[in-house]
């Protein structure tokens, strides 16, 4: 066999191979993964949704290819909407007995968000950040709102939730990435008006 025909079915085979393997759910280390997950935001996350895993109402519930390490499941959410055509991106990270356990988890948790950020095409680095809502016991439930630090049109509506909830005995800890237009742009024309 040629040289030439050789690295041409060996190019063939890895491109094929790897084309197959992403797929497949994989999980990254959690500062990659979200960053790779707001890379896609821009794209409504097409270039991550799986295989279509509930369709209910107005709702179409979608399996990510990417997951963050240690999550329990990551779904990707569609709705049912002529107005609204954005999709939303879920990481159930845990649930916890203890409140103290997850208390703890959801810190860790916020801090590692803190830390991710992403490089564009131009070089330039958005760094994700928001405010600390710290959890309390008493509250059923509690959210840290991050948004990127840009100026960027593509990214304004981005925001990341980082949520602690209380839920059938346990406590649950999310991590939502959604798009947060303004009311007037969703809400049909009828619910505007004032006559």
């Known amino acids: 066999m040629k040289p030439t025909t050789a ?5 063939l085979a890895t491109t ?7 797929t497949t759910p994989r999980k990254g280390n959690f500062s990659e993964t979200m960053t790779a997950v707001l890379k896609d935001f821009t ?5 991550i949704a799986g295989d279509l895993v509930l369709s209910q109402g107005e709702i179409d519930n979608y399996a990510s290819n ?15 909407s002529a107005l ?22 959801y810190s860790a948790f916020y801090r590692n968000l803190n830390n ?18 710290a959890p309390k016991e008493e509250l059923a439930f509690v959210t840290s709102a991050l948004h990127l ?19 059938m005995n346990s406590w649950v800890i999310n991590i939502n990435v959604v798009t947060k237009e303004d009311d007037s742009k969703v809400r049909p024309d009828w619910m505007g008006k004032n006559d």
């Not at 094929?16 to 992403?22: C, E, L, M, R, T």
């Not at 794209?43 to 270039?47: Q, S, T």
């Not at 992403?118 to 070089?123: A, E, H, S």
């Open 66 to 80: 990417i997951e963050l390490e240690g999550s329990e499941s990551c779904m990707i959410t569609r709705y049912h």
């Open 43 to 47: 794209f409504n996350y097409k270039n």
């Open 84 to 105: 609204d055509t954005t999709a939303s991106w879920q990481a159930v990270m845990g649930h916890y007995e203890e409140y103290p356990q997850a208390a703890k988890a």
């Open 16 to 22: 094929i191979g790897y084309a197959q393997s992403s």
């Open 116 to 133: 991710v950020n992403i490089k564009l095409i131009d070089g330039s680095i958005l760094y994700l950040k928001g405010n600390y809502e």
């Open 149 to 167: 630090q840009t100026g960027d049109d593509r990214y304004k509506n981005l925001k990341v939730e980082l949520e602690l909830l209380y839920e």
């Open 7 to 11: 690295l041409i079915i060996c190019l």
